[in-house]
């Protein structure tokens, strides 16, 4: 399973970007928990942005509850980060993830700069 993460940019505060997560391979056959988006800011750890699980439940990190929404195109096998009212504070290189009971898939990253 292969996974490639897209449409990171700079953007201006308070402005908009989609992020797309396509996945190559036998999704269905690893069985994926849930599907999420990560972002690491420079000199800092690698935190959980938002989850869709298998159900279709998701889940936000405070800071982004209300701005970002997180999609998944089953056909497409892709996921989405709608981000919104985007602030310096989001400014970090984005990752892509599918969480198996097994493994934990990454995509590559995506950077996403916001300008004040």
């Known amino acids: 399973v292969q996974l490639q993460a897209s449409g990171g940019g700079l953007v201006q505060a308070g402005g908009s970007l989609r992020l797309s997560c396509a996945a190559s391979?036998?999704?269905?056959?690893?069985?994926?928990?849930?599907w999420g988006w990560y972002r690491q800011a420079p000199g800092k750890q690698r935190k959980l942005v938002a989850i869709?699980?298998?159900?279709?439940?998701?889940n936000y990190e405070d800071s982004v509850k209300g701005r970002f929404t997180i999609s998944r195109d089953n056909d497409k096998n892709t996921v989405y980060l709608q981000m919104n009212a985007l602030t310096s504070e989001d400014t970090a290189v984005y990752y892509c993830?599918?969480?198996?009971?097994?493994?934990?898939?990454w995509g590559q990253g995506t950077q996403v700069t916001v300008s004040s």
């Open positions: 993830t599918i969480l198996t009971a097994l493994n934990n898939y």
């Open positions: 869709v699980t298998s159900d279709g439940s998701t």
């Open positions: 391979g036998s999704i269905f056959s690893i069985r994926p928990m849930y």
